[in-house]
T-cell receptor, first 112, second 114 residues
Framework: LAKTTQPISMDSYEGQEVNITCSHN???????ITWYQQFPSQGPRFIIQ???TKVTNEVASLFIPADRKSSTLSLPRVSLSDTAVYYC?????????????FGSGTRLQVQP | KAGVTQTPRYLIKTRGQQVTLSCSPI?????VSWYQQTPGQGLQFLFE???????NKGNFPGRFSGRQFSNSRSEMNVSTLELGDSALYLC?????????????FGPGTRLTVT
């Protein structure tokens, strides 16, 4: 099974760039790495996914090195509304079946 | 488009009872996954269904089971409830079961076992 490691918490200020890294070993060769955002009392919300190198959408960028043993979610110019918990999700192969593993989550606190 | 809906939103059960939770995916989505979220263990994958077939299963005891119907709606069942089963149970749907996990989550069912 894949093991994932994320920082427990991070603090930032409005307007700054925030980078959250997830380390993941033993991930499946052909699966994407996905990141989610979760606010209290809500289900996680999809942010971005990637397979390798760099992916960018309207809210974030995702950097994945060639060995795919980690991924970094980059949030440009955060605002107070970005205060949330961020999770990485990876897949691994276990006796032929795909096992999904969420990271433990990084609690981002954005200050004014 | 309506989002993922889960019923009930809150549930209180007694140890030893069984419970059934329901999930209606986004229209057109054929894949449904279930997750358990607790403060201690975080988000843990339970199982994934696609076209009424269980495709993947997490590391949970056999007391946890699920099924998917022909209209893609899904149910999960927990039998012989234990105190440790108290958690937020989340359902997520996606268009298809591929290596891409762009899933859309429902608000969850908060289960309390006393």
């Amino acid at each position: 099974l894949a093991k994932t490691t994320q920082p427990i918490s991070m603090d930032s200020y409005e307007g700054q760039e925030v980078n959250i890294t997830c380390s993941h070993n033993n991930i499946a060769t052909n699966d994407y790495i996905t990141w989610y955002q979760q606010f209290p009392s809500q289900g996680p919300r999809f942010i971005i996914q990637g397979y390798k190198t760099k992916v960018t959408n309207e809210v974030a960028s995702l950097f994945i090195p060639a060995d795919r043993k980690s991924s970094t979610l980059s949030l440009p110019r955060v605002s107070l509304s970005d205060t949330a918990v961020y999770y990485c999700l990876v897949a691994s192969r276990d006796t032929g079946r795909r096992a999904l593993t969420f990271g433990s989550g990084t609690r981002l606190q954005v200050q004014p | 488009k309506a989002g993922v809906t889960q019923t009930p939103r809150y549930l209180i059960k007694t140890r030893g009872q069984q419970v059934t939770l329901s999930c209606s995916p986004i229209s057109g989505h054929r894949s449904v996954s279930w997750y358990q979220q607790t403060p201690g263990q975080g988000l843990q994958f339970l199982f994934e269904y696609f076209s009424e077939t269980q495709r993947n299963k997490g590391n949970f005891p056999g007391r946890f089971s699920g099924r998917q119907f022909s209209n893609s709606r899904s149910e999960m069942n927990v039998s012989t409830l234990e105190l440790g089963d108290s958690a937020l149970y989340l359902c997520a749907s996606s268009l298809r079961a591929t290596s891409s996990y762009e899933q859309y989550f429902g608000p969850g069912t908060r289960l309390t076992v006393t």
